[in-house]
């Protein structure tokens, strides 16, 4: 590391990049220069952030120079909130806040970087290939989080007996994964996570479809829109004692079938086959993963398997809870993080154009996997891009304008005091003021235009001394003048 500190903005470019090879064209790509012929200055360039995309171990193969040219674009797969997608942001994060406030959750959080330890897990999981993970300056391996639910559990874990069950919890944080952009999918996102500490039974999965369910309502979206596929892990692991298969092939198996639907089913049987499975185990994994009816798999397993106890006990739920028509089953859901035990669910586009909306399940092992007593759990993850694309898709994106209550504006210099103290004394009242200076009438109009002010108090020299000020309603143009000091 020593060799790079003469350079400390490429030590840490390096560092926050995945384990990946380090050639030339990777360390020339890391910077995203370009030269501009012809041009002695200095300057920013900008380009679109969406006109690339990039396979896992693919580099910028931009080469710059030395003259000190920056590419103003976030780093790929990264996104800039403006303004205006700031508000977006803050509106669909009140919409996962107000939803958990009803369902009764607390909300935590946890640091963005964790010691990578807690997510490296030998179960051939695509996420542990697509880690930003490095070593810091203590000679510590840590990670940019990749999801949020061993955060959680470490939590957890820490807190100990100081907390009491059930625990019912909430957040909201930045994940990031090294991995193939497309539409819905960076390698950074939001998530909203549920989780419930505590809860044995299947009480626990309908409240979090109902949490999920809910957010889809308040946000417009019904269930002609949106379905919830239901199934569970030991659905396939019935189907694994079927054949005696061991156990320990049990989490191997789960990551290669949640392929299915991204891989043809030669290619999933030809993982499977990798493992040791027999050809008439592989036959039956398919075969009963394709299933999409809650009956015909009592048929196969019989009822007396606690899978299908499990999603009886659901789905009768999901009537009593009145989200009946949200769900469906589907055998193929298994999910692909190796932590699940019980059930898992995933919410769909039903046209199908889009990724998975949010997905989750049950977890009642995970705790102990880190050395500590299991308690049973389950939860979802719920990302920020998919939804957005969906809202935009069905035309239910709210009016995001910035929108001011009032704008205040001193007529003359002297009057810059007086109009600081009536801006300060609106602030109090809860309105939200801009104050303007050194400005145009014409300009400060305009100006009231692009942020949707509701009013315009003007600070004029006459109607100061007589202790009032000019009030221009701005959408119907009215305008009176009122007492400074009753201005509300």
């Known amino acids: 590391m020593a060799a790079w500190s003469s350079s400390p903005s490429l030590r840490h470019l390096l560092l926050l990049r995945p384990r990946l090879p380090l050639g030339p ?165 939001y998530q909203w996570n549920m989780d419930i500490f505590g809860v044995p039974k299947v009480r626990a999965e309908a409240e979090l479809l109902q949490a999920i369910v809910l957010l889809f309502q308040r946000l417009g979206i019904t269930f002609s829109d949106v379905g919830i596929r239901v199934s569970s892990r030991k659905v396939l692991q019935a189907v694994l004692n079927m054949y005696s298969i061991p156990e320990h092939l049990f989490t191997e198996v789960c990551v290669i079938v949640d392929k299915l639907g991204k891989l043809t089913r030669e290619e999933i049987e030809k993982e499977l086959m990798s493992t040791g499975l027999p050809s008439e185990a592989v036959q039956g994994i398919i075969e009963v993963l394709s299933l999409k009816s809650l009956s015909k798999l009592e048929e196969v397993l019989g009822s007396d398997v606690e899978a299908v106890a499990d999603l009886k006990k659901l789905f009768s739920f999901a009537e009593q809870y009145g989200y009946a028509d949200w769900i469906c089953f589907d055998a193929s859901v298994v999910r692909g993080l190796a932590y699940y035990t019980g059930i898992v669910f995933e919410a769909f586009d039903r046209e199908g154009k889009l990724r998975a909306i949010c997905g989750g399940g049950r977890y009642d092992r995970l705790l102990s996997t880190f050395g500590s007593e299991d308690i049973p759990a389950c939860g979802f993850g719920f990302g920020d891009a998919v939804i957005v694309e969906l809202l935009k898709e069905k035309a239910l994106l709210p009016d995001m304008s910035r929108q001011i209550d009032d704008i205040v504006f001193p007529l003359d210099e002297v009057l810059e005091g007086p109009a600081s103290s009536i801006a300060s004394s609106l602030r109090k009242k809860g309105r939200a003021v801009d104050l303007v200076e050194d400005k145009r009438l014409k300009w400060v109009f305009k100006h009231a235009e692009r942020i949707n002010a509701s009013r315009l108090i003007l600070v004029g020299n006459s109607e100061w001394e007589r202790g009032m000020v000019r009030v221009k309603i701005l959408s119907t143009r009215e305008e009176f003048e009122v007492k400074a000091d009753e201005l509300e």
Request: positive net charge; hydrophobic residues 35%.
């Open 25 to 189: 064209t990777c360390l020339a790509g890391s910077f995203a220069r370009r030269h501009i012929h012809g041009h002695s200055r200095r300057r920013l360039l900008s380009s679109s952030a969406s006109s690339s995309t990039l396979t896992h171990g693919e580099e910028a193969s931009t080469q710059g120079d030395a003259d000190g040219v920056v590419d103003v674009n976030p780093p790929r797969g990264t996104r800039d909130f403006p303004p205006e997608d700031m508000r977006l942001r803050t509106w669909l994060f009140d919409q996962f806040r107000e939803v958990s406030r009803l369902m009764a959750f607390e909300e935590v959080d946890f640091p963005v970087l964790e010691s990578e330890a807690l997510f490296i897990r030998k179960a051939g999981e695509e996420i542990t290939q697509q880690l930003y993970n490095f070593e810091d300056k203590g000679g510590r391996r840590v990670v940019l989080r990749p999801e949020i639910t061993p955060s959680l559990a470490r939590l957890v874990i820490k807190q100990g007996k100081s907390v009491s069950l059930p625990l019912k919890w909430f957040t909201i944080g930045q994940c990031w994964r090294y991995e193939r952009m497309t539409r819905g999918r960076r390698r950074e996102h």
